[in-house]
């Protein structure tokens, strides 16, 4: 495995003050035996000055690989932390759902973003999750992403950071419903997507198998979307469309049970002007898609529940209702934005924390900046990437690069973010 052969180059690396020794599988057998007890961890060490400083940056979404794109990497060496080896083009994920798009279409490969992580011998790309920050000692406790039980056991390692960049992105709300992690599937990863096309052929399969009733065939062909912000607007739109062009065509006995739901709890596409939403309304409508206004209260295996105590019978269910901080920035102590994401300075510096910065839609602006908490959008995480990564690299040409090296540095102009609209298909080649 690729991640195994890195961390086998890694461990082979010593601290600054040992002479380079040649690295064994015997020794790394060795190293496996130690135990969290004695804390004896492999990694990467703190750099030296003669070494070029270090850019650690946890997570591979929008912010972190448009961050990584703009870095110089003749300045720094950069290391990327995440279980996703590749960044999403999260607008496109619904079009692969059914079929538009290919799954690779909207999938680049980090090494292909930043070339120097497979090339540059100082930098690397870690198949890993982010367990804790170290801000006392400029370092990030790692744990290898494992696959089911029968895979090696995770390795827990560190990372010496000059200086440290999150974007851990952010997770999906679930609002405390029963059920929902357990019946729903959340539209934000590829594997999302393709669990969604699945899911939806089978039941199209299914549906057209001989003896099943007419409430068990209405049941499996039912989609139902929870969520009316763009991601639940675009998807509806595109089921809409799959089910207009394709599947009354190629599934012709089943054609008139196939049909969708979106349940929203106030008005659909929230964020944009009344106009917008009205024409949205009615083109969905127009398109299908049935709009249904309520509150989940529960989910099960094959029907969710609303407040009004409305039963909802589905074969598919889509949760697309928002996003919130990931478990590792509710756990980080450190003082937290409106909504619980990671507090940031103008220049999306932790006032906290020594060297660290964070973007994307894990961070947020602290209350003292004035400034209001921006909206967990792609626009604003690439914005955040493409600013950081210049004032990154103004820090190193100015020779601050390594740790604690640009503690009395003028950072220049602060972060400024220009909003240049939103946009939301809706199907029909409609936006």
């Known amino acids: 495995m690729a991640w195994f052969r890195s961390l086998i180059r890694v461990t082979g690396i010593k601290s600054r003050n040992r002479a380079p020794n040649t690295f064994s599988l015997a020794s790394l057998a060795s190293l496996s035996t130690c135990t969290e007890a004695t804390n004896k961890y492999s990694g990467l060490g703190p750099t030296v000055p003669s070494e070029k400083p270090r850019v650690v940056v946890v997570g591979s979404g929008w912010a972190a690989c448009r961050l990584m794109k703009g870095l110089d990497t003749n300045l720094y060496d950069v290391v990327c932390v995440s279980p996703r080896n590749h960044m999403v083009f999260t607008p496109l994920l619904a079009s692969t759902c059914v079929g538009t798009l290919e799954f690779r279409s909207v999938a680049e ?143 012709a006995h089943v054609k008139d049970y196939i049909h969708v739901t979106l349940i929203e709890a106030n008005e659909i596409l929230s964020s944009f002007d009344d106009r917008l939403r009205h024409y949205a309304t009615k083109q969905l409508t127009k398109s299908g898609v049935r709009l249904v206004r309520g509150i989940v209260k529960d989910v099960k295996a094959q029907k969710l529940v609303l407040n009004d105590g409305t039963e909802v019978p589905y074969g598919l269910l889509v949760w697309s209702t928002g996003v919130g901080p990931s478990p590792l920035v509710n756990s980080m102590e450190l003082p937290k934005s409106p909504g619980g994401r990671i507090g940031v300075d103008e220049w999306l510096h932790v006032p906290s924390m020594q060297d660290v910065f964070a973007i994307g839609d894990c961070s947020g602006f602290l209350e003292s900046t004035g400034k209001p908490t921006l909206p967990a959008l792609a626009q604003v995480a690439e914005r955040q990437g493409k600013y950081l990564s210049h004032l990154l690299n103004r820090i190193g040409k100015a020779g601050g690069g390594h740790a604690n090296g640009a503690n009395d540095m003028e950072l220049g102009d602060p972060f400024v973010y220009k909003h240049l609209g939103s946009m939301a298909a809706i199907g029909s080649r409609r936006s």
């Not at 990372?159 to 999150?166: C, P, T």
């Not at 399969?205 to 912000?229: A, F, N």
């Not at 763009?230 to 190629?250: A, N």
Request: glycine letters at 10%; charged letters at 25%; aromatic letters at 8%.
């Open 109 to 251: 490969p980090i090494s292909r973003i930043q070339p120097a992580i497979s090339r540059e011998p100082g930098s690397y790309f870690f198949l890993a999750n982010c367990t804790g920050i170290d801000g006392d000692n400029h370092s990030v406790h790692c744990e290898t992403v494992t696959d089911g039980p029968d895979t090696l056991d995770p390795w827990k390692f560190k990372i010496a950071y000059d200086k440290l960049v999150i974007a851990l992105g952010a997770q999906p709300l679930t609002f405390g419903i029963q059920g929902v992690k357990e019946h729903a599937i959340f539209l934000r990863e590829v594997y999302h997507a393709q669990e969604i096309r699945r899911k939806l052929l089978l039941n199209l399969m299914l549906s057209d198998v001989p003896g099943i009733s007419e409430e068990e065939k209405s049941r499996l062909l039912h989609c139902v979307v929870v969520g009316g912000g763009p991601t639940g607007v675009e998807f509806s739109g595109e089921l809409s469309d799959f089910i207009t062009k394709d599947v009354r065509q190629t599934h």
